[in-house]
């Protein structure tokens, strides 16, 4: 059983940066992907970004390619994603997950959920 906890939503203006964290514990965090999602009110959970276990691979949803970064730290357990640029159509609560397996984007595929941060970009 993998425990998932991210941190560093918040309030940022348009065109600002925010950093994501999400650590992992009660697993073996190098076996899995990692992906980010969001929600936004009213609206289905969606893929934003996601890393290979070795780290060596990444994955990005269109809007936000060139703006976020994924990264992890197997020897720390955790996965970040840094946004910059952000826009107020970022706005959603963001989750952090685990996948056992290859990539995939659909949130069903995904084993293990954090509680979400919520991020919110004024305009």
């Known amino acids: 059983q993998v425990q998932l906890v991210e941190s560093g939503g918040g309030l940022v203006q348009a065109g600002g940066s925010l950093r994501l964290s999400c650590a992992a514990s009660?697993?073996?965090?190098?076996?899995?992907?990692m992906g980010w999602f969001r929600q936004a009110p009213g609206k289905e959970r969606e893929f934003v970004a996601a890393?290979?276990?070795?780290?060596?691979?990444?994955y990005y949803e269109d809007s936000v390619k060139g703006r976020f970064t994924i990264f992890r730290d197997n020897a720390k357990n955790t996965v970040s994603l840094q946004m910059n640029s952000l826009k107020p159509e970022d706005t959603a609560v963001y989750y952090c997950?685990?996948?056992?397996?290859?990539?995939?984007?659909?949130?069903?595929?995904?084993?293990?959920w954090g509680q979400g941060t919520q991020v919110t970009v004024s305009s």
């Open positions: 890393v290979s276990w070795y780290g060596g691979t990444l």
């Open positions: 009660g697993g073996t965090f190098s076996t899995y992907v």
């Open positions: 997950a685990a996948k056992r397996g290859a990539y995939n984007a659909y949130p069903g595929t995904y084993n293990y």
